[in-house]
């Protein structure tokens, strides 16, 4: 019977999370957006067709993994070294800021808790969220505007990039120190030990992948084969290192993203993630939150979450830029850029729930600064480019009257 129910929560959840993603996407939001949407209607808030079930976690958790190891195999290194000292100091500052921020909202609203205290890592782990960035939106805008390829578009780009990377290190180390049995320098040395061995594991991993790949060009062995390797680091991580399992399927991801058949493997991968484990992933964090527990403090810790979370990045990012000589207008620009929220959110979000280190109803928060970021981003960019295009056009046109005139005097 429980086979049966399974079968039919399944059903549930891929229809509506499809048709919340469509109409999600036709009102120019993100598809994950009304995927989210849709598990808070079909779950216990709403209509209780569908449970969180054992069953259901373990998707979602192979979800979050492909979806990690899909960020990873997306990553440009050759972009991200030309880029170099800027993009990583814009995003360096961009995720102590929004960590700083988090951290200090929390314990604004519940107390400052004893370093090392469980309360503690909470408050860091609230801060955690606010380090992800989500530069989906951001890049659709640019390239609606056409200003992916300037300066500023490549700035932003490469600096989520390694955003999204400094961001999984730092969960890394929190959700290390948070385990009791651990001491900070186990978390360090056990974090370390990882990236060497991911290192030399890679390097060999990467020499292997790319002689198959060369021997037998696209074929379908290459992508199983990548999954197969993402699942293996995932678990070595989790096991063996202490590291959360979406790391390792990160650096999986990064290893495998400079063979000729990484497009490929990734093509593969959305499928997968496009056809079941990403809607059930982002379902079941409708499924997940709770916002019958909605109190007045916590809308009230939920609005200032979001404030803090756009304001941090804006402030953190957009200050490097202008240090970095941008003029205050792109600097703005590079800010604004990097606020949106998303899928990395969401997973940060599930490894703080599994370990304990966060509530089913925050998860409200983190919803609510996914689909404000969402909207706001595209609004703000697109008025910041209208004026300065206005503002350009009508420099242009006073230079050609000054010219006229000069002309004819």
Same mark, same amino acid.
């Given at each position: 019977?429980?086979?049966?129910?399974?079968?039919?929560?399944?059903?549930?959840?891929?229809?509506?999370?499809?048709?919340?993603? *469509?109409?999600?996407?036709?009102?120019?939001?993100?598809?994950?957006?009304?995927? *989210?949407?849709?598990?808070?209607?079909?779950?216990?808030?709403?209509?209780?067709?569908?449970?969180?079930?054992?069953?259901?976690?373990?998707?979602?958790?192979?979800?979050?993994?492909?979806?990690?190891?899909?960020?990873?195999?997306?990553?440009?290194?050759?972009?991200?070294?030309?880029?170099?000292?800027?993009?990583?100091?814009?995003?360096?500052?961009?995720?102590?800021?929004?960590?700083?921020?988090?951290?200090?909202?929390?314990?604004?609203? #519940?107390?400052?808790?004893?370093?090392?205290?469980?309360?503690?890592?909470?408050?860091?782990?609230?801060?955690?969220? =606010?380090?992800?960035?989500?530069?989906?939106?951001?890049?659709?805008?640019?390239?609606?505007?056409?200003?992916?390829?300037?300066?500023?578009?490549?700035?932003?780009?490469?600096?989520?990039?390694?955003?999204?990377?400094?961001?999984?290190?730092? @969960?890394?180390?929190?959700?290390?120190?948070?385990?009791?049995?651990?001491?900070?320098?186990?978390?360090?040395?056990?974090?370390?030990?990882?990236?060497?061995?991911?290192?030399?594991?890679?390097?060999?991993?990467?020499?292997?992948?790319?002689?198959?790949?060369?021997?037998?060009?696209?074929?379908?062995?290459?992508?199983?084969?990548?999954?197969?390797?993402?699942?293996? @680091?995932?678990?070595?991580?989790?096991? #063996?290192?202490?590291?959360?399992?979406?790391?390792?399927?990160?650096?999986?991801?990064?290893?495998?993203?400079?063979?000729?058949?990484?497009?490929?493997?990734?093509?593969?991968?959305? *499928?997968?993630?496009?056809?079941?484990?990403?809607?059930?992933?982002?379902? +079941?964090?409708?499924?997940?939150?709770?916002? +019958?527990?909605?109190?007045?403090?916590?809308?009230?810790?939920?609005?200032?979450?979001?404030?803090?979370?756009?304001?941090?990045?804006?402030?953190?990012?957009?200050?490097?830029?202008?240090?970095?000589?941008? +003029?205050?207008?792109?600097?703005?620009?590079?800010?604004?850029? =990097?606020?949106?929220?998303?899928?990395?959110?969401?997973?940060?979000?599930?490894?703080?729930?599994?370990?304990?280190?966060?509530?089913?109803? #925050?998860?409200?928060?983190?919803?609510?600064?996914?689909?404000?970021?969402?909207?706001?981003?595209?609004?703000? @960019?697109?008025?910041?480019?209208?004026?300065?295009?206005?503002?350009?056009?009508?420099?242009?046109?006073?230079?050609?009257? #000054?010219?006229?005139?000069?002309?004819?005097?």
């Amino acid at each position: 019977m429980e086979a049966y129910s399974i079968l039919k929560d399944l059903a549930i959840i891929v229809i509506f999370a499809k048709i919340f993603g *469509i109409v999600a996407r036709k009102l120019k939001a993100p598809q994950v957006v009304g995927e *989210i949407i849709a598990g808070l209607i079909i779950g216990p808030c709403i209509l209780g067709l569908v449970q969180q079930t054992e069953f259901i976690t373990q998707m979602a958790e192979i979800g979050v993994i492909l979806l990690m190891f899909s960020a990873g195999l997306g990553t440009d290194l050759k972009e991200l070294l030309r880029t170099g000292p800027v993009a990583f100091l814009i995003a360096l500052v961009g995720v102590f800021v929004p960590l700083l921020g988090g951290t200090l909202l929390y314990m604004g609203f #519940y107390g400052v808790s004893p370093l090392g205290s469980e309360e503690f890592y909470k408050a860091v782990f609230i801060g955690v969220i =606010m380090t992800a960035t989500s530069v989906s939106i951001t890049v659709q805008t640019l390239k609606e505007l056409g200003k992916l390829k300037s300066k500023v578009g490549v700035t932003i780009l490469s600096a989520a990039i390694i955003d999204d990377v400094i961001g999984i290190i730092v @969960l890394t180390f929190v959700v290390g120190f948070k385990n009791p049995q651990n001491n900070p320098l186990s978390v360090i040395i056990n974090t370390v030990l990882f990236f060497v061995f991911a290192i030399l594991v890679g390097f060999v991993s990467y020499k292997v992948f790319k002689w198959v790949d060369q021997k037998y060009p696209h074929t379908r062995r290459i992508p199983i084969a990548g999954m197969a390797y993402c699942f293996a @680091l995932a678990y070595i991580a989790e096991r #063996y290192f202490g590291i959360a399992d979406i790391t390792g399927a990160y650096v999986a991801g990064i290893i495998l993203c400079s063979i000729n058949d990484s497009d490929y493997i990734a093509e593969k991968m959305d *499928i997968n993630s496009y056809m079941l484990f990403g809607p059930i992933f982002f379902a +079941s964090i409708g499924l997940k939150t709770d916002i +019958s527990q909605m109190s007045m403090s916590l809308l009230l810790f939920s609005i200032g979450f979001v404030i803090v979370a756009l304001i941090s990045k804006i402030i953190g990012c957009g200050l490097v830029a202008k240090v970095c000589r941008f +003029s205050n207008s792109d600097s703005i620009k590079i800010g604004i850029g =990097m606020m949106t929220r998303g899928e990395v959110a969401l997973i940060v979000a599930q490894k703080g729930l599994a370990v304990g280190l966060l509530t089913d109803v #925050y998860f409200t928060c983190v919803i609510l600064l996914i689909i404000v970021s969402s909207i706001a981003t595209p609004i703000l @960019l697109k008025l910041l480019y209208a004026k300065e295009d206005t503002g350009k056009a009508t420099r242009d046109h006073e230079a050609f009257l #000054y010219r006229n005139d000069r002309e004819e005097g």
